[in-house]
């Protein structure tokens, strides 16, 4: 079914004169992920994650990812033609290398200039211009060759009420007047989907797992334009965007309107999420900057805090009822990975305000919790017994929270030494990092290492990140602050400021035998003020037992029993309230506070 | 005096059009020290410590230093019209934009072209440019108004032999030769003096505290032509370097040299090394390139690290006797801040292949030691008693090593509360940096943290790097590896690779009452490959006891306790041959093994 996709797509190719296409796997916003409509790279190569890039040309149809995908790659284009290349460091660009050395000189690649950077064109150009390759754009030609391609969506956007977000539109709106006069700009571009989210307070189902609206904003001193589908709107939070000055335009008018922008004006946007569409259309003057939305956005509000904590709240209620239910119900029976997915979803939707998953859920039992995006196959996946090593990385999306947590529980039997060993050391990294107390303008890439030192002391170690930023009723990736051991991406190169959402997710991984992650989400604080300057912490929001069958008390210090009884007897508080006396026995039970034998 | 000298400087400039001049404190070597003839900083300005920049126009003196010789400056300049501009950040170019904003459309700058690097004319261009301001080579100024300039040095210059470095000129020019081949390069253009010491394995005493040789290399692939003078070495060293094929030119005919290779020649140079005099000579293909030698120079090979230790224990003798006499001798007497440095110099000269400081000791007694950066005055500084805290920051020069280390000791009385919890959280932070594993690639940045995170518990810190790159028989501050907190210099940047050598100094700073800092210097180790990869560790070389009386031991661990314990018995065993009975007891009371209590 690929190679005959390749093919038709190849004769397209070659009616055009292209000897290449990239496709990337992100939309005109650069969203982490797309809607349908834009999984074209998916189309083409069988591969459904949500990183790599494919390339085709006459000969090779060549996919790179990074190795979190190598085996789901190795399972999904096993029967095509579509050949993998292994990425050294994720997201970087390496296929753009690999294409100008295998073309030949004076070669054509088409790309759909609104899937590029203006950043990313300009990186693929540094290469072709030695080889006199051109780049052309190709607005159509998928649709041509896509006959069944989806839709593009057309649900009901929603008002994200003030009650959840805690600012107004005009409130936010004001925040860009300002930005625009200390710039002396007369627009702000906006055009990350998340960023449109937060500045308009709207939701709705455009991406997977991300209740977003697929659409463009242009923020004036008198004028705020959003560029969307007015019929996706009701008449009141028409009234509402009216109200607080926002203009509708259609979606696809945003090129004609930069077009027309006159040229002396100037147009503050972010290099790395513009697109090369949007920027080819703009005849005024461009203030590149890093998004002013993105830090806004990062640092929640005092109504915000409050209702993470309520969707927290509600995620450990669910998981509660979930791992009750599971522990029983493993005693006469089995179930497999992708069966338990289901069950926990199922927990989860009877939580008032629930939407969906805000990704995937990772439900990896044994050796699969080893697979780091692992995603249990609808047929064929493994059968889970009380006994052995499970891990599940979920989430959840409430119309007032997001949520991601990790927990890797024992279902039965003996653990092995290594396998506490590695729990443990992992465990003590996420409480060093969690409680560790840092300067003011510490960067993600000074902090990792804390979550990471108790493995290195062991000669072991993971192959991610140790967090990410998380939105609001919105993105379950935010870009800016977090922690990764380098400076590749925002995580590693900020500092964490007061009032930020972040997650602490270490693991460890032993290929063909267990995976083990622990994740919560934290908030930012100040937590000190001397001599010697403002000292941040962090302070834990997630609200959900952590196992303590798998410690190794030989490897645990008595801080360590402390922080973890302290953090239970939270948990126990922030749930007991909402459940019935079995759950809540359950529950006292996995809180009962350790003895340091 | 200096507004004198001022005075005259400002007539001058009149006379030659210029309407200010940048003094830095570097030599046409950017070297850190500088020998007294490259003084001009200091004769100008008065103030004599390592970092600082003088501006003079017609109106003003103004003086750019960072934090740690605030003070200095303050004292040294209080007589004079020099007024301190305090720079945010050490080592920045923060004189550059108040030139510009401060001086009148088409100014005229003057600057000896030798003392400033390409980079930063580039940079002073990018902001004199905008006025309209011309930089102006001053290279006979300086001659004429300081009449009584010190000769450039005339000293002998000697071998640095195999037995202490391991490696032949010959092998080392072979790396060179193969570095041009790698590059299809004509010339390596050295300008470093420590660059030029190693490579052509000569010192000699042109540097204050630094055994260099003022000097250019210049290795093509069929010679290896040092600028230097013939007259400062003799017949058995000038037949050595003849018999290697270095051929010597006198070092004021670089330039000509430069300017007479063939256009087409391509010269491999290090960007942020050369003088803008030198490259404005060179007419061929310069091809920048981060220094080669430094990487090479900064891996010590079997030999050097057995003289390091030869080193090392000798500076654990000498201080190991400086330190009893300093007992006894206080028992009756006090002595200045001034006279304790000197005797302790006497302590390292009984010392074999002994040359001189390595730096300027920092003896620091109470509130002294607070000063980062302090140097005890001849006259008036504090009188040390038996009671108290100091501070003694030194390094020895040996022909076969070079030695950095801080003890901060406890001389008698009862010490506070605060200054034990500070004593001991600064040793916890050497211990967590010092018994740190981490993966290979693991940068300065990474590491710095863990000699900080017992301070930052408590909302403490200290205002500067954790540690910086040491030379043998060179430089004391060697580029390279190193701990920062931040990207600035190449000690946050740089990953750490097996045998290099790198001291780890974490401190503490009470303004007003105490200053605490322990030191050592440590080589880096491969200490374990497993499936995770390759991870280095560090193994201290330093041997001389650390002060267990101001140890809290409410704050110190088990773990850090058997640390303690097994460091003392390496000091112990490493010196203990050398010392007489008497001096050996007293070794062994300080090198006793803590019991946890």
Redesign the interface.
């Known amino acids: 079914m690929i190679n005959a996709r390749l093919k038709a797509l190849r004769a397209k190719m070659q009616e055009d004169g292209l000897d290449a296409i990239i496709f990337p796997s992100n939309d005109p916003h650069q969203s982490e992920y797309v809607a349908d409509y834009w999984k074209i790279r998916a189309y083409f190569s069988g591969f459904t994650g949500s990183a790599g890039t494919l390339v085709v040309t006459q000969n090779e149809a060549a996919l790179w990812s990074d190795s979190r995908y190598f085996l789901q790659v190795e399972q999904q284009c096993s029967e095509s033609e579509v050949e993998l290349h292994k990425q050294r460091i994720p997201h970087a660009p390496e296929h753009i290398r690999w294409i100008c050395e295998t073309l030949p000189e004076k070669s054509t690649i088409g790309i759909d200039y609104r899937l590029f950077s203006c950043g990313m064109i300009e990186f693929i150009n540094s290469f072709a211009a030695t080889k006199d390759i051109t780049l052309k754009d190709i607005p159509t030609l998928i649709e041509e060759v896509w006959k069944d391609r989806p839709a593009q969506t057309n649900a009901p956007i929603k008002d994200h009420p003030i009650a959840y977000c805690g600012e107004s539109r005009e409130e936010k709106f004001g925040r860009v007047h300002q930005l625009l006069e200390e710039n002396k700009a007369d627009y702000l571009l906006v055009s990350g989907l998340d960023e449109i989210a937060w500045l308009f307070n709207i939701r709705s189902t455009d991406v997977d797992f991300t209740p977003l609206v697929t659409a463009y904003g242009l923020i004036g001193k008198d004028s705020s334009v959003l560029y969307s589908k007015e019929s996706r709107f009701d008449q009141r939070l028409l009234a509402d965007l009216k109200a607080a000055g926002v203009q509708l335009e259609d979606y696809s008018t945003i090129g004609n309107s930069l077009s027309k922008l006159s040229k002396g004006r100037r147009i503050i946007t972010d290099q790395n999420a513009l697109n090369y569409a949007c920027f080819a259309a703009i005849e005024g003057e461009i203030v590149y900057q890093p998004s002013a939305i993105q830090s806004w956005k990062s640092i929640k509000n005092a109504t915000e805090i409050e209702n993470a904590r309520d969707g927290m709240r509600k995620d450990g209620i669910a998981l509660t009822r979930f791992f009750i239910w599971l522990e029983n119900y493993l005693e006469e029976n089995t179930i497999t990975e992708y069966e338990l997915g289901r069950r926990l979803e199922e927990f989860r939707k009877e939580q008032d305000l629930y939407t969906g998953q805000s990704f995937a859920a990772i439900v990896g039992y044994k050796a699969n919790g080893a697979i780091i995006h692992y995603t249990a196959p609808e047929k064929g996946s493994a059968t889970v017994k009380n006994e052995g090593v499970l891990l599940i990385d979920s989430g959840a999306q409430y119309q007032n929270a997001t949520t991601d947590i990790t927990r890797t529980i024992w279902l039965g039997g003996t653990p092995s030494d290594d396998l506490k060993k590695a729990y443990t050391l992992v465990l003590k990294g996420y409480i060093a990092l969690e409680t560790?107390?840092?300067?003011k303008g510490?960067i993600g890439?000074?902090?990792?290492?804390?979550a990471r030192?108790h493995l290195?002391?062991h000669?072991?170690?993971y192959g991610h990140g140790t967090g990410h930023g998380i939105g609001l009723f919105s993105m379950v990736h935010e870009p800016g602050q977090g922690f990764a051991?380098g400076a590749t991406t925002s995580r590693g190169t900020l500092a964490h400021e007061e009032n930020q959402f972040t997650t602490i997710e270490p693991g460890f991984y032993r290929?063909g035998a267990f995976g083990i992650r622990t994740e919560n989400i934290v908030v930012s604080k100040v937590v000190?003020?001397?001599?010697?300057?403002t000292?941040m912490g962090f302070e834990p929001i997630t609200v959900c037992p952590i196992d303590t069958t798998l410690i190794d008390h030989e490897l645990f210090t008595v801080q360590e029993v402390e922080w973890i009884n302290a953090y239970h007897a939270k948990v126990y508080a922030a749930l007991k309230n909402d459940l019935n006396a079995e759950e809540q026995k359950w529950l006292k039970e996995k809180c009962n506070p350790l003895v340091r034998s």
Chains 1, 2 share one sequence.
Not at 528 to 533: C, I, R, S
Request: hydrophobic content about 40%; proline content about 4%.
């Open positions: 560790l107390r840092f300067p510490t890439m000074q902090l990792d290492s804390f030192m290195w002391q000669g072991m170690n051991n290929e000190d003020t001397t001599d010697f300057g000292f």
